[in-house]
């Protein structure tokens, strides 16, 4: 019971943390201050607190995509184990409910984009589909790569057999794994070098198009949305780098909270020394991931 309540306060108040701790991490390599670690928390609040406008033109599909996806996003973040500790709802394939309870989001995500009516926004829709076509093979490729090691398809007893000897027996493939599946972070979450969340550039932009009509706490719920997805696809990531357990369950919640702060900066960093990619460049980073993981397959069927 500690373990669950641990695990929702996490999912709860960390994912703006981590929003803010990349903001601070590009400010420093810009010679900045920057705005606080808790400013993502201030702009939310405002957010909720003002008025909605609804344009003519949209239906209840517009109203339904930002809680929807949130509503998604909460109920995938119950699938996910933090840390060594095991996530509340574990079943044998909640891998593939994980992986489409996100397809459900974007669904909803781009289908409210199309009913704006605005060609700009459904430019937008059309591209975030494109190239979550090609990422989700590559978090099937990792996940399946996962299952072949730990000879399960459920997310908590496949994360949680990934053990430092483990690491000893498999660590090229997993290597290989990791770099994939930082790939798929980055693009699923529309960061640098994918897409800008702080930029409005009309021609390179992919996912903020989508929600430019949204505002209030409609845009708060796609906000929140989208850090819990970074959150999720991070504690991901960092299960399997940090395949270290102490033995005390505090000390290994701190582990883990520690794991996703610096997973943050990495991103961070990686946002600070690299350029957004022209957009006939992103396919091949994305088909370059599938690569990785596949090879990651291979490695330990062989």
Not at 13 to 40: D, E, H, N, S
Request: glycine share 8%; hydrophobic share 55%; net charge neutral.
């Amino acid at each position: 019971m500690i373990d669950t309540i641990f695990h929702m306060a996490l999912v709860l108040a960390m994912p703006p943390l981590l929003l803010g701790v990349i903001g601070k991490t590009k400010a420093a390599f810009a010679g900045r201050v920057g705005a606080p670690f808790l400013q993502p928390y201030y702009d939310m609040g405002r957010l909720m607190q003002k008025g909605i406008v609804l344009s003519d033109s949209t239906t209840w599909v517009f109203r339904a995509g930002p809680v929807v996806t949130l509503a998604a996003t909460l109920f995938a973040s119950l699938l996910v184990p933090l840390g060594r500790h095991a996530a509340p709802i574990s079943f044998e394939g909640d891998m593939i409910l994980f992986a489409y309870l996100f397809a459900l989001g974007r669904f909803f995500t781009t289908t409210a984009a199309l009913d704006t009516a605005s060609s700009f926004e459904g430019m937008g829709a059309a591209r975030e589909v494109t190239f979550s076509c090609l990422a989700e093979p590559t978090l099937f490729f990792a996940l399946i790569t996962l299952t072949r090691l730990s000879g399960t398809m459920s997310l908590t007893p496949m994360l949680q057999h990934v053990t430092f000897p483990v690491w000893l027996a498999t660590g090229a493939a997993l290597i290989l794994l990791l770099a994939g599946l930082f790939v798929v972070v980055l693009a699923e979450n529309c960061r640098i070098p994918f897409d800008d969340p702080n930029t409005h550039l009309e021609l390179t932009m992919i996912h903020e198009v989508m929600v430019l009509d949204h505002s209030g706490p409609y845009f708060c719920c796609i906000l929140y949305g989208a850090a819990l997805k970074l959150y999720l696809l991070g504690a991901l990531f960092v299960n399997i780098a940090l395949p270290f357990s102490s033995g005390n369950g505090y000390l290994d919640w701190g582990i883990f909270a520690c794991g996703m702060l610096g997973l943050a900066v990495a991103i961070g960093v990686v946002e600070s020394v690299m350029a957004r990619l022209r957009l006939i460049r992103v396919p091949q980073l994305l088909v370059a991931a599938l690569i990785l993981t596949a090879f990651s397959l291979v490695l330990v069927v062989r």
